[in-house]
């Protein structure tokens, strides 16, 4: 049976950098972008870049992902996380996922939904992270497996 494995990358910082590395099957970095419902996000990635919803109206937008090409460890962009305000509320995390990314407005809630079939028994997670933390803050990179919905194995640095 295939496994389904989401990778998130969380940030509670000012500012967190993803930097370009092999993730899964394929997703091999940061260099190509694509339109998200409020600006861009890597290709095959979803990430909290979304339209602020209630009652069925846009009232605004949350941009957490942004394309970043100031020292990325190859090629030549890494996706910037950054905790953003929500109109002034609380700020919500930077989230990088290979899952679909859902939000629920009405409930004020967020899940990651599916992910990539993924059948190999992975020994370790490489790649490059940079983190700026400010205050409190703070920030991780996970990965989760499921299969048929359970979960079968985590990693979180």
Known sequence: MKTIVTIVGLTFATLGFAQQAEIVNGFDGFEVWVNAETGELP?????????VE???MIVGTIECVE??????????FSAQLTS???MGGPAVPGILTVGDFVVDWVVQDGDVVGGEAYTLLPQELNGQFKFA?????TGFVSIWFLENGVEV?????
């Open 43 to 51: 290709q095959y990635w979803d990430g909290f870049n979304k339209n």
């Open 54 to 56: 209630f009652n069925g």
């Open 67 to 76: 394309k970043n090409a100031v020292d990325p460890y190859e090629g030549l």
């Open 84 to 86: 953003t305000s929500i």
């Open 133 to 137: 933390p400010a205050g409190i803050d």
């Open 153 to 157: 194995g985590t990693g979180r640095f």
